[in-house]
């Protein structure tokens, strides 16, 4: 059996006049795109307004930042670092401020963006576990089939080469990057992956004792990933430009080499135990980057300078997408999500605190506090989502799927968790409801949940469950769950219920 086969009844059939519209789509875009358009722009669907397809489906582009804080870019408060692509896509388009990312750390979150479910039912609920299976659906083989030419360039973690998880057996038509979260650690590898292939790098790597080898600190460093990645990104964008395409960028910056920064033993070299000579790299220790450019001669740490050289370089990237979509004609039929997968890290040499990388809020990467999971989010589309606007709804990764859904005319699966967003990106709709938002998944561990001003985190199970009101205190400072007995009574029972038990994995 195909190890999709048995899959086939959870994925709904479009409906009737979306599938007909994509079919048209798929099969005159090579021959014949301005017919398609105008035979697409003709069609008489029968849907509600809220859920019928738009004319012809846009272009989807979600980047994702990794270990991005809340408060890194110019439009969300950063003062010291240099943002000006990203801020002039918040210009351009929405800005949220209560989005929220999948989970605390990387694989988990990337499986809630994927599946559209939270981590009480994802296949992914921590750092270090198989990956997906053949019965996980993803937004990638949904998209793949309603006609879209489908590619992840970057950072995956839910799947190695011989697991049912790789993405080129979760949808993804094209793959260059990283399989193991581990091997992304470094900026310098020896190897990428195109597809299920290795392509050999001019780097030469000190390897670490940590996932099997594949990370470490390189001594010869020529090939910087980062730059591969947006490169890619930018080819495949033109040789699919007549769409539909959906680009997953999971860049890697502003992620730290961890092992570059472990100097006592366990397995790893640490930057201390690199014989070549790396000049100012030394000084940046895990926040691996070319040069520090304008922060080069700045009296901050050197880690500091890479930190934020690395986001910079990253905004840049950002620009030259919008570059390539406005060169070829296709800027005002393309959607583009930024976001990262979770709060800043404190890694790699990095502080969170000196450059205000949480903003207001409390904690980072790995905590439940918003400062760990609250992330920066923008979307921008030309014509269709107002420009300048800010929107303060409650939502997080679990939506991603559920939007595309609704914007491409298909049923999403049932059992996800999320639920489009769409109306308040074309209408700016109310900004609060009262659903629950969930992060945990693992049984014994902690676990938070929002309930629109509400917020509760338990931070083991012996822990009390704790209760903020956002509205009135964004840093999570004052728990209040003793003045309002039945609110918290109330998330605790929804945070009872939360987690499915997945067979064959904890």
């Not at 999948?102 to 992914?124: D, E, N």
């Not at 910056?253 to 030394?282: S, Y």
């Not at 583009?336 to 990467?365: C, I, M, R, T, W």
């Not at 012996?462 to 769950?481: K, N, R």
Request: with cysteine; glycine share 12%.
């Amino acid at each position: 059996m195909h190890p999709k086969e048995h899959r086939v009844a959870r994925v709904p059939a479009l409906r009737l006049e979306s599938r007909l519209r994509l079919t048209l789509m798929s099969t005159l875009r090579i021959a014949s795109p301005a017919l398609a358009l105008l035979l697409l722009a003709g069609g008489c669907g029968t849907g509600t307004e809220s859920s019928r397809p738009l004319e012809m489906p846009p272009n989807i582009v979600w980047v994702l930042a990794d270990d991005l804080g809340y408060g890194d870019l110019g439009s969300y408060g950063q003062k010291r670092i240099q943002t000006p692509h990203l801020d002039r896509m918040a210009a351009e388009g929405m800005r949220f401020t209560q989005a929220y990312a999948g989970f605390t750390v990387c694989a988990p979150s990337r499986s809630v963006l994927m599946t559209g479910q939270h981590t009480g039912h994802t296949r992914v609920r921590r750092n270090g576990t198989p990956g997906l299976l053949g019965e996980d659906v993803t937004v990638a083989e949904l998209l793949k089939e309603a006609g879209y030419a489908t590619a992840l360039v970057g950072k995956w973690g839910l799947g190695m080469e011989e697991s049912p998880g790789a993405p080129w057996r979760q949808g993804f038509d094209h793959f260059f990057g990283y399989l193991s979260q581990g091997h992304a650690h470094n900026f310098y590898p020896e190897f990428l992956m195109r597809n299920a292939e290795r392509v050999p790098l001019r780097n030469v790597v000190q390897r670490s004792g940590r996932y099997d080898g594949m990370s470490g600190v390189a001594t010869k460093r020529l090939d910087y990933s980062h730059d591969l990645l947006a490169d890619e990104a930018l080819e495949w964008i033109e040789m699919n430009a007549e769409g539909p395409f959906f680009l997953y960028l999971a860049l890697t910056i502003p992620h730290a080499n961890n092992e570059a920064g472990n100097r006592d033993g366990g397995g790893d070299p640490g930057i201390a135990a690199v014989t070549e000579n790396l000049g100012a790299h030394r000084e940046r220790i895990g926040m691996e980057v070319p040069d520090a450019g304008a922060y080069q001669d700045r009296d901050w740490p050197g880690p500091q300078k890479g930190t934020a050289a690395m986001i910079t370089r990253m905004d840049e990237s950002v620009g030259e997408l919008f570059a390539k979509l406005a060169a070829l004609g296709i800027d005002e039929r393309t959607l583009v999500f930024f976001s990262s997968d979770n709060g800043p890290h404190a890694e790699g040499g990095n502080d969170p605190f000196f450059f205000d990388s949480n903003g207001p809020l409390q904690g980072y990467k790995r905590s439940l506090h918003d400062g760990g999971i609250r992330v920066p989010a923008i979307a921008r589309w030309p014509g269709r989502i107002p420009a300048g606007t800010v929107s303060d709804l409650v939502w997080y990764f679990a939506d991603f799927l559920p939007t595309v859904a609704e914007i491409v005319g298909f049923e999403a699966p049932g059992g996800i968790d999320g639920a489009s967003i769409l109306p308040v990106l074309l209408d700016d709709a109310p900004a609060l409801d009262q659903r629950f938002l969930y992060w945990g998944g693992t049984r014994g561990r902690a676990e938070a949940a929002r309930w629109g001003r509400w917020k509760a985190v338990r931070e083991g199970p012996e822990q009390p469950l704790e209760l903020f009101d956002l509205m009135e205190d964004i840093g999570e400072e004052t728990d209040v769950a003793a003045e309002f007995p039945e609110i918290a009574a109330t998330i605790e029972k929804y945070i009872e219920t939360a987690v499915t038990d997945l067979p064959g994995r904890e």
